[in-house]
Every structure is written in C-alpha cells, then in structure tokens.
C-alpha cells in the first residue's frame, strides 16, 4: 500500500491514504485509527432541543425592511454570541456552482492515484495528502484531503491545480471568488453587530486571503470507532464549509455535548474562527467542532477559511476593551501563530492559548 511521507523537524512519519486502504479491504480498521471511548462518534447529545436550534439566518432578510433586518441582524448576533455557528441560506452563491464544486471535487478524489500523487503535498500544507500528523502513536483521521491557496491570486502555485477533472480548475476559480464575496460580506455583518465599524476586520486594507481545504471520507467499516476530523477550531476568521447533502457528518460542540448538524441543501455552513473570538475580546467564540465518516457511502466536504496575511499584526478591537472588559488575548504577528499551529498538535481550542492573556471565564 502506498504511504504519504509527512515531514516534522527531522522525521519522517508513514501515513496511509485512506482511500487506497479503505479500497483495498472495505472490512480493514487499522488500530491507528480506533480512538478511546470517550471519543467516539456515538458520544453525540440525545437533546432535541439542541439539534434543532441550530441557527438558520437568510441572507435575503438582511437587505429587507428595516425591521426585518433588525431581527435578523440580532440573530446573527446569537448565533455568534451563543453557538459560534450557523448555516445561511439566499446567501448569493448560485447552486450550480455549488454543485460543479461538489462533483470536481469528487471527480478529483475518484482518479487513480497515480494521478493525485502529482500534487502529493511536499510542505508548506499545500497538495495532496493527510492532516498534520505529529508522532508515530497519533491517533489517524479516517480522510484523505487536498488543500489549495486560492487568494490572493499571485500567490497561488498553479502547480498544485489539477488538469483532471478537466473543468476542475475553472470550477475552483469561481467558487472561490464567489465565497470570497460572502465572506466579505459575513465580516462585515458580523463587524456591524458588535457595534464596530463594518471594515474593521479587514486586513489591513489588503485581499483576504483565502484557502480550500477539501475533505474525502471513504466508507468506514466501523465509523462508531474513528473519527474522519479530530476535534478542533479554525484558526482562520471565518470558515464557509460546504456540506455533502446527502450525508451527515459534521458534528458541533455545544454546552458540553456533540451535536449532529443536518445537511440543509443549498445552504453553506458558516464558523466563526478563532482571529474573530481574538479580535472581538471574546465576545464571539469559535466552534469546536469535528467530522465522523458513515458505513454506507463515502463522503466529501469543502471547507474555505478566510485569512489575515502573515504578516498581519492581530488582537482585540479597540473599541471593545475598556475597564469592564479588558482584554483577553494579547496582539500577536499572525505568521508567529501560523508557525505555532504547525509545530504543536491542535486538541479541541488549544490554538487559543497562544493568544490569551488570561483564561477566558
């Protein structure tokens, strides 16, 4: 079986493909990938009430009336506040690019593998290959992923763009700068409802940047054993995730518990990251969250995160530290925390400790 070849600081650490695994004997569950008990899939929340609170906010309310955006707007205020998640819907986004993406996307992880190796990723976290993986005992993800710099596009390396599927890299082309737009527009929502100025998470009066990260989760024999993306946050501003409608999969943490978000079709799910619980002091979290595969079929998801340039100096708002909330995260040079996430495995929120001043309450 053929083995990704991971570097950290002077190792070399083996990592299956999963695909080719999971092809190769659909009834095969490595040891690497079981994980404890405490972890695993089923520990999900049986709260009806929590699954079916997930917040919905439509996108075409907010250029309605004054009263109708008032509420939504206060919605999405909650959301951010209270969930650090939400799905949008009438979000612009045409559904044919959507479903383009969704099937070059898969077209791409279905070509033999021979063809993948191409961009098989040789640092930097661009190509094709596995999540950062850091010793020989670490527990897997059941996936595979492909990840592209999408934004700016002079900083793209076209090297790492497949010409299979052959409308793969117009279809990349397009969604990105249609989910450039949103995200644009999301920040700038989200700036207004903490009573900041709407371009105050711009960057630096710079492009966002922006990355595609693209999830594929084969069949799983087991998938009550292993987990297809090990908990964490974003370490970006936001993150547009598009689902596969056709499986559930993602999971989110809320009150202490693992609640299952249900595909909505045509909706995009949005993630508030942890630069926006650092530049908002803490007023808005970031969401824990985490993937699981399913035994019946495989499974994709597209995952776009907007971003400060390296460069970028990063920390609370101004405006929203005073004496009553001071802050809660120090200003830091984004490049320093990028480098921090890629030396230290990352559990749960554990990014954020790079960023406190203090424990959060």
Known sequence: ?????????????????????????????????????????P???????????????DMELLSGDDECR????????????????????NHGVAGSVLEQMKRD?????????????????KGGGEGYGQTLVFSDDQKLDWSDIFVLRTLPQDGTNMDFWPTKPVDFRATVDTFSKEIEKLSDRLLRLIAE??????????????????????NYHPRCPRPDLVLGISPH????????????????????????????????????????????QVMSNGRYK????RAVPNDKRDRISIATVALHSKNAQVGPHP????????????????ENFRKSLSENKQEGKSALQFCKIQSLP
């Open 1 to 41: 079986m053929f083995n990704l070849m991971k570097l950290h600081s002077a190792e070399s650490i083996s990592i299956p493909v999963v695909q080719e695994l999971a092809a190769k004997d659909p009834y095969a569950l490595p040891q690497r990938y079981i994980r404890a008990e405490e972890e695993r899939p």
């Open 43 to 57: 520990c999900i929340t049986t709260n009806t009430n929590l699954i079916t609170s997930i917040p919905i906010i």
């Open 70 to 89: 008032q509420i939504m707007m206060d919605n999405l205020a909650s959301a951010c506040k209270e969930w650090g998640f939400f799905q949008v819907v």
């Open 105 to 121: 996307v898969r077209g791409f992880f279905l070509l033999p593998l021979e063809e993948k190796l191409k961009y098989v990723m």
């Open 193 to 214: 409802t903490l009573g900041i100025k709407s371009n105050s998470f711009e960057n630096g009066g710079r492009k966002w940047e922006q990355a595609i990260r693209m």
């Open 233 to 276: 946050s974003d370490a970006s501003a936001i993150t547009i995730l598009l689902q596969d409608d056709e499986v559930t999969g993602l999971h989110i943490r809320k009150a202490e518990e693992w609640v299952p978000v249900q595909p909505i079709p045509g909706a995009l799910v949005i993630n508030i990251g942890d630069i926006v």
């Open 286 to 289: 970031s969401i824990e969250h």
């Open 319 to 334: 405006d929203l530290v005073d004496a009553t909330h001071p802050a809660l995260y120090r200003t830091f040079n984004l």
